[in-house]
Structures are given as C-alpha cells and as structure tokens.
C-alpha cells in the first residue's frame, strides 16, 4: 500500500499536526519507503490468528473504591501554558465569530 | 581516600561509606565534579540536579553517624532517563514540547531507587519521547560515545548509556520499548537490562508504547544491574499492569550462579536470527564464541528458529508508533507543554503547538500510528500485526519450553557516526532487529560487553521467560566472568 498526498493531508488532521506543505511532501515519501517494508507483514498467513494486545496473561486489575490522595490542584495547574483562578485557559470554543 | 569512579560498584560504594574510608557526599561530590568535566564532551545530560544528589548524600552521612544500617544502594550516583518524573527536576523527554515542565510527581521506579540510597544526580539526554536508535533525535543535541566521541552511544537511552560508561554515574534508568536499554548498551559497552514487562511499575515514566515499554537500569556489572533490579521490581498500585509477582533477591540469584555455575542450563542460538542480512561478520562470530564458552562452563546448547521474528520489526512499527501516536494526544497545550503564542481557536492551538513542538522523528511515527489505526487500515496494518504478535509470543513460548537463555547479538554494528543514518530513518530501525521480538513477547533480556569490533564494544543479547530474570542475571553474570571486558573508555582513563 502506498499513501497518497491527500491522504498524509488527511492523516495530519487525524493527528492534529499543523503541517507545512514541505513536511508533507516529504514524509509522504518517507512514510511510503517505511511502509513499503511494513508491507511484507500482509505476506504473513495470520488467517485464524487471535490477536493480542499486551503481552502478559492478565485481566483486569481491580482496586478497592477508597478514596486516596491525589495531585494537589495547585500541583496540577502548576505547568499550565496560561491559567485563570483554578482552571486552564483557552481560546473560546463555543460563540463568537467562530465558525468551526 | 581517592575514588576511581570508573572502578566503583554499587558494593564498594556502599561498603565504603559504611567503612567510612569515603562519605557519601565525597562519592557525589566526585560525581558532580566529574560531570562538570566531561559535559561539554559527552552531552549525557539534559539537567544535572547537584542539590538534590548532596542533599541525599548528607541523608546517608547522617545514617553513617547515626550508626544506622545502610540501604542496599547507599551513596550510589544514579542518573535517569529524562522521561522520568522526579519532583524538583524538569522532566522534558527531549522535547521542546516539554521543554518547560516540571515534574509534579515521582516516578515509582525512581522513587524506589532513591529510597533504596541511591544519589539521584542528573536526568539523561535521550532521543525525543524514545523515538530512536542514536540520541540523535533530541532538542538538546546528541550525546557522544566515550568509546569515539563522533560516534553515538545509540538511543533511545543513550545519556543513560553514557552516563555509565563514562563513569559519570555509577548505575543509570533507561525505558526500552524495542531495544532502547539494549541497544546503546551494546554500544557504549555497558551492561543493560530489560526486565520482563509488569517486572518494574511505569508509573511516571512517559509512556511511548504502554504494552512495550519497560524500565531498567543500566551498569559496569551484572551484579550492579541485579542491586538495581532489586531495588525497582514489584507491584505498584499506580500501574495496573505491574505484576504481583513475587520479587527473589536478584544479587543473591548472581552469587549463586557464580558458586554453582552452568550445569543444566540449556543455552540456545536463534539461528535464524544470526543469517539475517546486514549482521557485521565479526558480532556474528563472537554471538557463536558465546554459547561456546556457555557450552564449556558446562551448560547445554542447542540451536533454534522464530521464524515470525522476521517480521517483528514490521509489527513494531505499527503496534509501536499506534501506541504512541495515542499516548502522544495528550500533548495538546492545554494543560502543561509550550504552547504556540496568539491561536486564534482551540484547533488553531492544538495543531500548531504540536507541529513546532514535535520533533521530526515524533511527528514520523505519530504520522504512521495514525495512519495504521485510521479508518480503512486498521485491520490491515494494527489487526494484522496483533496477530503477528500472537505468533511471536508463541514461538518464544515453544523455544523456551527446551531452552532456559535464548542468545542472539544485541545490535548488528558496532557504534555508528553521528549523522550517518540521520537522513534514513528504515536504517536507523533496522538498528533493532534483535532486540525488537523481545519486547513484543514481554520477555526479559540483557546485553552484556561480548568484545569489540572495529574498535568498539559490541554486545551479546540474552533472553530469558517471563519472570525469569534470576536465571538470566546468574547467566549474564557467568559470561561476564569469563569475558573479561574492560568497560572502561580511553576517554576516562
């Protein structure tokens, strides 16, 4: 399989990745040469073959429902890139001009 | 007292300081100093943490005063990857993204090493977020190998790698996800270990390929590696997918190996394995020089085949960048992570703070995990390569059912140039053609000093089953003895 411009286009959105035409030109070309050696998995007989997901035998790990100390919301404000009293600030999403 | 540091073990630190030829803040104070000479050379380190590293030397000073008994790491300097959160130290993966946050909590394999005695003195160059084979892919520039400063130490681990071989530190934490403990170790001549997964707790470690990734250390002795292994193992309610398995003292497992030797192991070759294309001649020779000594220390040898492991690089690179391309959504600008000035809206915001924030190595496999798990694919790349995976495990399942240690080389060449593979990005993959299979089966595995070949040290991979890290240290431990490698570099001497 080979990925097609629009469709690194369309990937980069999927990934929300902000991408100049260059980056996309050539990561097209990189992803095609990267694929065209992950394509030799489709020569695999896989007919019948259970997935796997993790690499361990195990099922869910379950805890009791107690409460327990967490990060302290100072703490978990301390990186944010812009703040507002005790919330993380970002452009408007909803209203406006905003079109999208 | 003068401490050689390129000779000091995790033993005769402690035993030292417990003597008191030496204080811990002398065996620090060495360290630091010793960084601040090599840095400009190496490039091990994105953050050096001289506070931190003192302030925990004086905590075990005062034990020594106190007449207290010392913690099995007393006064060790121990470096960690810089994707590990450590209060007080930024945590940046060697990303810009990152490039501001500072961690709010500790890892747990950190934690342990810490308040087993160990001296946390600095956080380790790596490639972005573990994307890579060399160091080369970091926002700070890449680290050198001691062993020829224009060459890399490999990656992801690489300062980690360097840190140790260079006598910088004397045990350091890597994260490998398919070979990035391994791999540098071979290359920098330095023993490295990847515990079996669910062995040591990932919490806080940033996840690159949450069912892949593992913690481990890196050492100048099997027998360090075993303190450190020790140290982080078990159960942490922080990661539900670390194992209650019980935790069997690792040091213990390499002295008994010594005292007893190989009598009963059954040692095999992956001989498919060692025909692959691109194995440098001489690593393959001297992987087969390595189950001959195995064979003369008295241990059982045999040859096997893991056919499908010829496609596990192409199932790591979908399982792997899949993996990533979703833990890395979380890099939205929004919470923490440099944020691109003046967005107009929320989307605005996302795509632009994440494309000049990541690196090109990162928006690679981002690209690529996206795209294995987008609609129309999925089933052909992710679906096909889990069931890819389902083989592999098996067959390693059936290859341990007649062996105890599996052996393959850790990396087929020794170090390379910086920038030779830096325009090529399937060669640099192919880097991990060995260790990969490993890391999608769980198993554990080391790479210890084999030799060296055209001038650099080059390692040999051991596997072992799941949990069975006493028998692969016991091994690792006897080949050691019988190599004989001088893992010290020119560049320290």
Known sequence: MSISEEQVRHVAMLARLGLSDDQIASLGQELNTILGHIDQIQKLDLEGVETTAHPLDVVNSMRADEIRPGLLREDALKNAPERQDNAFLIPRIVGGDDAS | MSINLSKLTVRSVRDGIAAKEFSAREVAQVSLDHIAATEDALHAFNQVTPELALEAADAID?????????????????????????????????????????????????????????????????????????TENSATGPSHNPWDLDCVPGGSSGGSAVAVSAAQAVLSLGSDTGGSIRQPGALTGTVALKPTYGRVSRYGCVAFGSSLDQIGPFARTVEDAAFALSAMSGKDPMDATSMNEPVPDYVAAVTNARANGMKGLRVGIVRDMLDMDGLHTRIKGMTEEVVGTFARLGATVGEVNLPTSQHALAAYYIIGPAEASSNLARFDAVRYGVRAPEAEDVMDLYMRSRAEGFGPESIRRIMLGTYALSAGYYDAYYGQAQRARTLIIREFAEAFADYDILVTPTSPEPAFKIGEKAADPLTMYLNDIFTIPVNLAGNCAISVPMGKAKGLPVGVQLIANHFAEETLLGAAAMLEREIRFDSTPPFVR
């Open chain 2, 62 to 134: 005062a034990k020594v005063a106190a007449g207290e008994d010392l913690p099995p790491l007393a006064g060790v300097p121990t470096a960690f990857k810089d994707n590990m959160n450590l209060v007080g130290t930024r945590t940046t993966c060697s990303s810009k993204i990152l490039s501001n946050y500072e961690s709010v909590y500790d890892c747990t394999a950190v934690r342990r090493m810490l308040d087993a005695g160990a001296i946390p003195v600095g956080k380790c160059n790596m490639d972005e977020f573990a994307f890579g084979s060399s």
